[in-house]
């Protein structure tokens, strides 16, 4: 088992360009979540797509950043244009929703893109 | 609506003592609960999960921890800390439909 991965590991970039990051979920997996981790609110839910269908955005900051999930292998994060507070750690994690309720489903995570906006 | 609090963001450990990492949570409907733990530089790590069976739950790495629904606790142990348990770990509650919410982690030390 491969596991989520996730890239690039690390991205450094400038201020007001484009940023895209990508992710494989695991194979089978149906629920797909990114995360933001900084030192100041820890980690945040940004989106969750169940069957590459979006779910809750509601964790997204701005108009800014955007997620794709064209099919049940790929996911996108789009960050643009980025600014220095957008820099964090950005987790993708996967799971298999069984879709009843009260059913649990842990979470799989990546190791994570490290970005740091200039 | 769902929150996590974990009380200590550091606990400093000797190696060999007892470790406790405190979880209080707050959840309208009956929760699933997790620990996770993330080493440097890598993504978070399941490490027990609550899900409405036994209330003592057993994980890797020697950790337990026990839920206990009229205090809203699910502290996290070890009876001996090993170098190796060194990390931040983060506790979780989840919602119906698997969205996690995690607590703000709690740093773990363990001392020669």
């Known amino acids: 088992d491969a596991g989520v991965i996730q890239s690039p590991r690390h991205e450094v970039t400038e201020m007001g360009q484009e940023v895209t990051l990508r992710c494989k979920p695991i194979?089978?997996?149906?629920?797909l979540f990114w995360y933001r981790q900084t030192m100041m609110r820890g980690l945040e839910l940004l989106i969750y797509?169940?069957?590459?269908?979006?779910?809750?955005d509601s964790g997204m900051p701005e108009d800014r950043f955007s997620a794709k999930m064209p099919n049940a292998s790929f996911s996108t994060l789009k960050i643009q244009p980025s600014e220095p507070r957008d820099s964090a750690v950005y987790f993708c994690a996967s799971s298999l929703d069984r879709g009843q309720l009260g059913v649990e489903s842990p979470l799989h995570f990546g190791n994570g893109t490290r970005l740091t906006v200039t | 609506a769902q929150s996590v609090t974990q009380l200590g963001s550091h606990v400093s450990v000797s190696e060999g003592a007892l470790v406790l990492l405190r979880c209080n949570y707050s959840?309208?409907?009956?929760?699933?609960l997790f620990w996770y733990v993330q080493y440097p530089n890598q993504g978070l790590q399941l490490l027990l999960k609550y899900t409405s069976a036994a209330t003592l739950v057993k994980g890797i790495n020697g950790f337990e921890a026990e839920f206990k629904k009229s205090e809203t606790s699910f502290h996290l142990t070890k009876p001996s800390a090993h170098m190796s348990d060194a990390a931040e770990y983060f506790c979780a509650v989840s919602s119906f439909y698997g969205k996690l919410t995690f607590g703000q982690g709690t740093i773990l030390t363990v001392h020669p």
């Open positions: 797509f169940n069957n590459n269908v979006p779910i809750d």
């Open positions: 194979s089978g997996h149906n629920s």
């Open positions: 959840s309208s409907v009956p929760p699933y």
